[in-house]
T-cell receptor, first 114, second 111 residues
Framework: DTEVTQTPKHLVMGMTNKKSLKCEQH?????MYWYKQKAKKPPELMFV???????INESVPSRFSPECPNSSLLNLHLHALQPEDSALYLC?????????????FGPGTRLTVT | GENVEQHPSTLSVQEGDSAVIKCTYS??????FPWYKQELGKRPQLIID?????GEKKDQRIAVTLNKTAKHFSLHITETQPEDSAVYFC??????????FGKGTMLLVSP
């Protein structure tokens, strides 16, 4: 099973709302990622978790707060977002070591901030 | 950090023709080079990859070549079909074990 799942598929939120995006994988991967993708652009790395610990934060504003409750789950908590944060948010997972570098993406959450 | 350049940004071919997309990278320590296909509104899908100890890899109509000396790698699609139309991203795995993506190539295959 090479599937990464994400919920919700679509999310519309106001600038004062608090919402969360969820990601799940059951491939035994110990690295999980959040990416942001704008239209016609490549995925842009936001955060990396390795063995459930935050290893990379690409200078993401604090209105985005990641959480990795266990090795299968990854959340992204959203608060006080701006309209320019509207984008496709992709979760991905991969092995951490052993030469298995394949990174698999979830279907994404299409976020609109009004 | 790693920098990946991808060309062309758009590529239009007739069905049955071949398509070639080229990428260059800057970090000589990069050791893994995947290619992703992304259809409109869908997730990036890994279609083929190559490791730095291999010069070429083929999977049916798709092949990837790697020239470590020149630091460039290419995606070759033969006998293109309309369903190959999508945006293709190359990427390189660098020193921090993260992927750096090229800007993408929109491939249009006309029937």
């Amino acid at each position: 099973d090479t599937e990464v799942t994400q919920t919700p598929k679509h999310l519309v939120m106001g600038m004062t709302n608090k919402k969360s995006l969820k990601c799940e994988q059951h491939m035994g991967h110990r690295a999980m990622y959040w990416y942001k993708q704008k239209a016609k652009k490549p995925p842009e790395l936001m955060f990396v978790y390795s063995y459930e610990k935050l290893s990379i934060n690409e200078s993401v504003p604090s209105r985005f707060s990641p959480e990795c409750p266990n090795s299968s789950l990854l959340n992204l908590h959203l608060h006080a977002l701006q309209p320019e944060d509207s984008a496709l948010y992709l979760c991905a997972s991969s092995q951490v070591s052993g030469g298995e570098y394949e990174q698999y993406f979830g279907p994404g959450t299409r976020l609109t901030v009004t | 950090g790693e920098n990946v350049e991808q060309h062309p940004s758009t590529l239009s071919v007739q069905e049955g023709d071949s398509a070639v997309i080229k990428c260059t990278y800057s970090d000589s320590a990069s050791n893994y080079f995947p290619w992703y296909k992304q259809e409109l509104g869908k997730r990036p899908q890994l279609i083929i990859d190559i490791r730095s100890n291999v010069g070429e890899k083929k999977d049916q109509r798709i092949a990837v070549t790697l020239n470590k000396t020149a630091k460039h790698f290419s995606l070759h699609i033969t006998e293109t079909q309309p369903e190959d139309s999508a945006v293709y991203f190359c990427a390189a795995r660098g020193g921090y074990s993260t992927l750096t993506f090229g800007k993408g190539t929109m491939l249009l295959v006309s029937p």
